[in-house]
C-alpha cells in the first residue's frame, strides 16, 4: 500500500517533466534544480539580510511610550517608509523566506515521490528534515525582530509552550527570552538566533551535500532570474506592513497569520500545550523515520552494483561518475595487467546504474538488470522516439 | 521547438526588456517623471546632447491606479519604489524568457549511446 503511493506519483512527476521539457528543454527545466531553488533563496535571503541588519536596533525601550523613540519597531518603521527602497528590501527578505519554505516543501515531494530519499540517501533525508526545522526556527524569530503586536503574542505564546516542556522547559524559556521576562536583551538574543543560525544552516547544507559527489546548486540564470521577479512583483502586489508597536502592558489576542511559518501557533492556538508538543515532535521524529528500511525493503529491494573482476581496466570512469561516492578504486591484485580495480561499497549504492552507462568495457553490471539489457531498452526507446 | 520561435522569443524577450527597463526612471521618480522631477546630469544631456528622452505623460494613469493600490495594501509612503520593483520584476522576467530561448536550443536532449569496446 505504501509503497503503491510513490509509484503512482513517480510516473506522474515524469509525465509533467516530460511535458515541462517539451516546452522549456531540459536545460531550464525547474524540476532539475529542485534541491538548488531553496539554496538560490537561502542567498536572496542573506544579502537581503545584511541591508535590512544595518538599519535594525534590537531593543524594546519603551516601545510603549512614543513612535519617536528609537527601537526595533521605529528602526523597521524607518527602513520601510523612509529609507530608499527600503520596503522593497524588507518585502524581499519577507517573501524570499516564505518561498523558500515552498521550494523546500516542492524539494522534498519530490525526492520522496521519485523515492530518492533511503538506502545510502538517507542521511540527505533526515540532514534536510533537520535544515527545513531550522528554516522554520529562523522564520519565527525574523516575526519577533518587528516587534509589532503580533511580535508580542508570538512571543509570550513560544515562552509559554517552552515552559510547558518537562524539565528543560524553565531553562529554554529562560534562554529564550534571555532572562526571565521579556526585555532589551530578549530582542537582542532573536536577533542573535536569527542571524547565528541562519549561518549555522551552511554548515547543516555541507552535511546535506557531503555525500554527493556533482549536487546541482546553481539554477541557470534564467531561472535565478524568474525566481528574483516573482519576488519583486509580491513586493508590489502584496507590501509588507507592520502591526501597531508591541506594548508589553497590553494583552493583544489576535493577529494576521504567515501559514508558511506561523502554522504551528495557529496549532497552538486550538490545541492543549502537551497535544501542541506531541504532534510537533512527533511529527519530526516521524518525518526523519520516513527512510527506515524496514518500512518498505520487500516492495523496493536494491541490489548494489556489482564489478566484473576479469573485465575492469581500473579506468576509473565508475568512480568519477557515481553520485553518492559508493565505487572506491583500490590496488589491483597482484599479477593483474592494471594498477586498480573499482569497488563497490554496498551500503552507499542506490542501484542508479549510472556506473553501468560509464563504463566502456562491459566491467559493472546491476545483478538484477544486467548491462546488455540496459543497452537494449535505452535502444528500444530511442528507436520508438 | 523550432529555432524560428526561439529566435522569436528571444527578441520579443530582449525589446520587451529594454521597453520595461525605460520605464524604471519614471518609477524611481516617485511615479512622476516630468522634466523638471529629471536628474541634473539627464537634464544636461537632454539639453546640451539633444539626447531624446522618453515621453511619460501617457503613464499617469498608471500612476494613479498603482498608487492606489499601494495605499489599499498598507503601504505608507515612497510608492515609486514599489512601481520600481514591479518594474524590474517585470523586466527580469522579459529578460528571462529571451536568455532561455537563446539557451534552449543547447539543451535539447540527445540521447548517445556509449560505445563498448
Redesign the interface.
Known amino acids: 500500500m505504501y509503497s503503491s503511493i510513490p509509484k503512482g506519483m513517480t510516473d506522474l512527476t515524469l509525465a509533467i517533466e516530460k511535458a515541462v521539457?517539451a516546452?522549456?528543454?531540459?536545460?531550464?527545466n525547474p524540476f532539475y534544480y529542485h534541491g538548488a531553488l531553496p539554496q538560490f533563496y537561502l542567498w536572496v535571503l542573506f544579502l537581503s539580510g545584511l541591508l535590512l541588519f544595518a538599519y535594525y536596533i534590537p531593543t524594546i525601550d519603551n516601545a510603549y511610550f512614543s513612535e519617536n523613540l528609537v527601537n526595533a519597531w521605529t528602526s523597521v518603521d524607518y527602513i520601510?517608509?523612509?529609507l530608499?527602497?527600503?520596503?522593497?528590501v524588507r518585502?524581499?527578505h519577507r517573501y524570499a523566506g516564505d518561498a523558500m519554505v515552498i521550494t523546500i516543501v516542492l524539494h522534498a515531494l519530490r525526492v520522496w515521490i521519485t523515492d530518492r530519499y533511503r538506502q545510502y540517501r538517507w542521511f540527505q533525508w533526515v540532514s534536510g528534515i533537520v535544515l527545513f526545522l531550522m528554516v522554520m526556527f529562523i522564520g519565527q524569530t525574523g516575526y519577533y525582530l518587528v516587534w509589532d503586536e503580533r511580535s508580542l503574542i508570538l512571543t509570550r505564546m513560544t515562552s509559554t509552550a517552552l515552559e510547558a516542556i518537562p524539565f528543560i522547559g524553565p531553562g529554554l524559556k529562560t534562554w529564550f527570552l534571555n532572562g526571565g521576562a521579556i526585555t532589551n536583551l530578549t530582542l537582542s538574543n532573536f536577533l542573535f538566533i536569527h542571524i547565528g543560525f541562519s549561518f549555522s544552516l551552511l554548515f547543516g547544507l555541507w552535511l546535506h551535500y557531503v555525500r554527493m559527489t556533482r549536487p546541482v546548486i546553481t539554477p541557470?540564470?534564467?531561472?535565478n532570474?524568474?525566481l528574483?521577479?516573482?519576488?519583486?512583483?509580491f513586493?508590489?502586489?502584496?507590501?509588507v506592513?507592520s502591526g501597531k508597536m508591541a506594548d508589553i502592558n497590553t494583552q493583544p489576542t489576535s493577529f494576521e497569520i504567515d501559514w508558511f511559518f506561523l502554522w504551528p501557533y495557529y496549532l497552538l492556538a486550538h490545541v492543549d500545550i502537551t497535544t501542541y508538543w506531541v504532534l510537533i515532535i512527533g511529527g519530526s521524529v516521524a518525518l526523519c523515520l520516513i527512510p527506515l528500511p524496514s518500512l518498505y525493503k520487500a516492495a523496493h529491494p536494491v541490489e548494489p552494483a556489482e564489478v566484473v573482476l576479469n573485465k575492469c581496466t581500473g579506468c576509473s570512469m565508475c568512480a568519477a561518475d557515481c553520485p553518492y561516492q559508493a565505487i572506491e578504486m583500490v590496488p589491483a591484485p597482484s599479477g593483474s595487467r592494471f594498477k586498480k580495480l573499482a569497488t563497490v561499497k554496498a551500503y552507499r549504492c542506490s542501484g542508479c546504474g549510472v556506473c553501468v552507462?560509464?563504463c566502456?568495457?562491459?566491467a559493472i553490471d546491476l545483478p538484477n538488470l544486467l548491462d546488455t539489457d540496459v543497452?537494449a531498452k535505452?535502444?528500444a526507446?530511442?528507436e520508438a522516439? | 521547438m523550432g529555432k524560428g520561435i526561439n529566435s522569436i522569443l528571444a527578441i520579443v524577450g530582449g525589446v520587451l526588456c529594454v521597453l520595461i527597463t525605460l520605464a524604471m526612471p519614471w518609477a524611481e521618480l516617485g511615479m512622476d517623471a516630468s522634466f523638471q522631477n529629471w536628474p541634473e546630469w539627464l537634464k544636461w544631456l537632454s539639453i546640451n546632447l539633444n539626447v531624446p528622452l522618453p515621453d511619460y505623460a501617457h503613464m499617469s494613469n498608471y500612476a494613479s491606479e498603482w498608487t492606489a493600490h499601494l495605499k489599499k495594501a498598507g503601504a505608507e509612503s515612497r510608492y515609486g519604489d514599489y512601481a520600481y520593483a514591479l518594474l524590474m520584476g517585470l523586466a527580469m522576467f522579459a529578460s528571462a524568457i529571451g536568455i532561455a530561448a537563446v539557451g534552449r536550443e543547447e539543451g535539447e536532449e540527445k540521447t548517445v549511446l556509449p560505445v563498448k569496446k
Open positions: 521539457n516546452v522549456l528543454t531540459n536545460k531550464y520601510t517608509d523612509t530608499p527602497y527600503g520596503a522593497v518585502a524581499i541557470p540564470p534564467a531561472i532570474y524568474m528574483v521577479a516573482v519576488l519583486l512583483v513586493v508590489f502586489l502584496v507590501p506592513t552507462g560509464a566502456a568495457f562491459d543497452t535505452i535502444k526507446l530511442a522516439q
